[in-house]
Structure formats: C-alpha cells, structure tokens
C-alpha cells in the first residue's frame, strides 16, 4: 500500500494553442514523493511549473500526461478532497464578512456538524493568534492577519495534507515568523505540508526535504541539510593555536597539542544552491 502523502509519475502538462498543436511544456515527467508527517519544499523561478504542479495534484488541470495519488488515492479521487487544505498565493474571502463568519461559512462546506464547527473555529482563531479580532470585518484586517484567517481557512477541516503557496509574501518579520510557527504547529499535529514559496530563507529554516523546478523540470531534491552541505570543502574548527599555526595542515596541528573541536563540512546558504541549479540548468 501506497503510505505517501504525494506521488507522482511522469506527470507531465503541455499547452497548446487553438489548433491544438503544442504551444508551452509547463511540466515535463515529473517523479516526486513527498513522505507524510514532512515539510515539504517546492521551489522554482517564475515559470517553473510549481503552479502548474499544484493545480495537477488538486485537480484544476487535467495532465498531459502521467499519474498522481494524494494519501494513497488517485488525485482525481473526490473521496480525499475532504483531507485536503490550500492556501492559495491570494486568498478568496468574502471581506465583508468577520473572522466567525467566514470560518462558519467554509465550515458549511465541508458538512461539519454545528457544535464541532464552532468549536473548531474558536480554536482555529485562538491558534492564529486573532482572538481580539474575531468580529472585525475582513475589510479592516492587515495583510498578515488576513494571511493567518487564511491559514485557519486551509484546515478548518482538519486536513491530513496541506498545500500553502507563498504564505509569507509580502509579509513583515513579525508576520513572517508568526506564519512559520503555524506551519510547525501543523507538523507537530502529524500533517503534511507542501510549501511553494519564493522565499528561500523561510524554506530553508522549516522544510525537511525541497524539490526545484525549472522550466517544468525536476533538477533536484532531497533533504535540505545534505543538499546545503559542501561535500567538497572541509572545516577545521581549533582552539589553543596561534593565527600561524593554524594555517598549517591537520597532522602539524595534532603534533602541536591543539584542540580540533570538529572536522565538518561548511553550509551553503539555499540561495546559494537555487542559483546555482538554475543556472546549471540554462
């Protein structure tokens, strides 16, 4: 049985123009897994296919070609849309309508019985730290608090995976660091979390495995420490030495009586390795 909470094979979307002859391949054979219980990187420039992905795997685009299961189910199948929270890049919320409200009305759709709901959004609303504000119209929220009445949109039924694209753009730090504690909260409850996002600082300090696309190609993934570790370069890390004997090789250093606290390989920053796997891939 298939445990992962997404799976793809060879998914793959071109477009093509109205004589149905092919105009753009948005993603090309795409082979991905992404575990369950992870945090879930997917990274790319402008164009990539991150989107395009995204749509596939909710069923807003119909693939080319290839296959793709959420939790163990073709992703076509209307049976799992129910354990499936998405925040999309802009939220659609009826801004007229206040924190309570808009939570109640999503609430609705998901058939969830009335005590369950309103017991849920008052946690929900408490969680995203927006309890003071429960009766102010959308209309007055800033755009942090709207990203967060949005987060609690994503799960107000309890997914057991969710899909957030960009949750921190436009943010401040404050907002920023309030989301990414969110989305933790959301591992340490068990579920998945699929992150898009331009932000590769943010991706860095919470993803445990990334994935970057590039005009709709799979140029890398894996874990983000070892990916981040320069497997080429060594750090000698000394104490007890003088700036001169420092310089001098491992061997010298031991005869000389000095404290070698760690021999390790030095971490690149993501952006650095985003950069250069676009470039490569030019």
Not at 103 to 116: A, R, W
Not at 119 to 127: E, G, P, T, V, W
Not at 254 to 271: A, F, M, N, W, Y
Request: aromatic share 6%.
């Amino acid at each position: 049985m298939d445990n992962s909470a997404v799976r793809t094979e060879g998914l793959t979307k071109v477009y093509k123009d109205f004589w149905r002859r092919k105009s753009v391949s948005a993603l090309t054979n795409l082979n991905l897994t992404i575990e369950r219980g992870e945090i879930f990187g997917l990274l790319g420039p402008n164009g990539s296919g991150k989107t395009t992905t995204v749509k596939l795997l909710l069923g807003l685009l119909f693939p080319t070609s290839g296959k793709s299961w959420l939790l163990g189910h073709p992703s076509n199948d209307l049976k799992i849309k129910s354990k499936i929270g998405f925040l999309p890049e802009e939220s659609y919320l009826y801004k007229f309508l206040n924190a309570e409200e808009i939570l109640d009305f999503y609430g609705k759709l998901f058939d969830i019985p009335k005590t369950e709901r309103k017991s849920r959004i008052d946690k929900l609303i408490q969680d995203v730290g927006l309890n003071p504000y429960r009766k102010r119209p959308l209309n007055q929220y800033s755009k942090g608090m709207l990203r967060r009445i949005g987060l609690a949109q994503a799960i107000i039924n309890d997914p057991e995976l969710v899909i957030l694209d960009e949750p921190t753009s436009g943010l401040d730090p404050i907002a920023s660091r309030e989301i990414k504690d969110r989305i933790l909260d959301f591992k340490r409850q068990g579920k998945t979390i699929v992150l898009c996002s331009h932000l590769l600082a943010d991706v860095q300090n919470i993803c445990d495995r990334i994935a970057i696309l590039n005009k709709g190609v799979l140029q890398v993934m894996g874990n983000v420490r070892e990916l981040l570790s320069q497997k080429d370069v060594i750090e000698f890390v000394v104490r007890n030495l003088s700036d001169k004997d420092v310089q001098a090789v491992e061997t010298f250093i031991k005869s000389r009586s000095g404290d070698v606290q760690s021999i390790t390989h030095p971490v690149s920053t993501l952006e650095e390795l985003f950069l250069t796997i676009i470039q490569q891939s030019k």
